[in-house]
């Protein structure tokens, strides 16, 4: 049956800030990786370049827990300041657009596990920000693609990604034209490639935005604008003035 083309516009950056909280030895139970726990500390205002955790499959086609770069610096890159424009992959273009194609071809596909994402709403007094969380409190499982990358001149290696982004849902669409791809459960065997699925078939998975009635949302105080605040109080609701 042929499917239905879901329609997309181009659109400024969407998910740029994640609260990773949830210890890494409950995500590694979770996500049931096999590889020891990295040490990484949890973070309330995860921003573009910074390390976060992800699940990926090693050589052997087991999961694994991984410290990467947030901001995908492709391989044929020469420079690495790039990946501060590929934070973000659109669903609707991330098989064909240079940055993210040859990732998504070789199968380097990931989860960005998070307890939540920060969003600006745009308001008559400026902008506000809200936690988007799971309704049930257990981290989401976000799509992303991940990269690894040479630089040619000192010979180190970065290992990077992205996450991808797709038409919102009915709770995130007030709030902004774009929402991170959400995976459910039974659908991360497939995004990871333990179960064999055509470029087709990944393509649908992450044109679907996740159900509005599996997620809530609530205004977070201001301080969450600047990157230097990482702290608990970011992540808990405030109250709007009437």
């Not at 083309?5 to 609260?19: D, F, L, P, Q, T």
């Not at 052997?60 to 424009?85: T, V």
């Not at 064909?96 to 194609?101: C, D, L, M």
Request: charged fraction near 25%; hydrophobic fraction near 40%; aromatic fraction near 8%.
């Amino acid at each position: 049956m042929r499917r239905p083309i879901i329609g997309a516009r181009e659109s400024g950056k969407m998910c740029g800030r994640v609260v990773q909280k949830t210890p890494l030895s409950e995500i590694r139970v979770l996500f049931e990786t096999v590889n020891p726990v990295p040490n990484a500390a949890p973070t309330y205002n995860g921003a573009p370049t910074d390390t976060l955790p992800i699940v990926r499959l090693d050589r052997d086609g087991r999961r694994s827990l991984n410290l990467c770069r947030w901001g995908l610096i492709p391989s044929w890159s020469k420079d690495k300041a790039i990946g501060a424009r590929c934070i973000n992959a659109m669903a609707e273009t991330v098989a064909a657009k240079p940055a993210f194609r040859d990732a998504f071809a070789r199968g380097q596909r990931c989860i960005v596990p998070v307890d939540g994402f920060y969003e600006w709403q745009k308001t008559a007094s400026g902008k506000q920000p809200y936690a988007i969380v799971s309704g049930d409190g257990l981290p989401l499982a976000m799509a992303g693609l991940w990269e690894r990358w040479k630089d040619r001149t000192t010979g180190d290696t970065l290992q990077t990604f992205t996450i991808i982004t797709t038409v919102p849902n009915e709770l995130c669409a007030p709030i902004h034209d774009r929402m991170p791809v959400i995976l459910p459960r039974d659908k991360w065997a497939t995004w990871l490639g333990e179960r064999e699925a055509d470029p087709d078939d990944l393509r649908w998975l992450i044109l679907r935005p996740y159900p509005a009635a599996l997620m809530r949302s609530y205004p977070v105080d201001g301080r969450v604008g600047n990157v230097r605040n990482n702290d608990a109080g970011l992540f808990e609701p405030v109250v709007l003035a009437a």
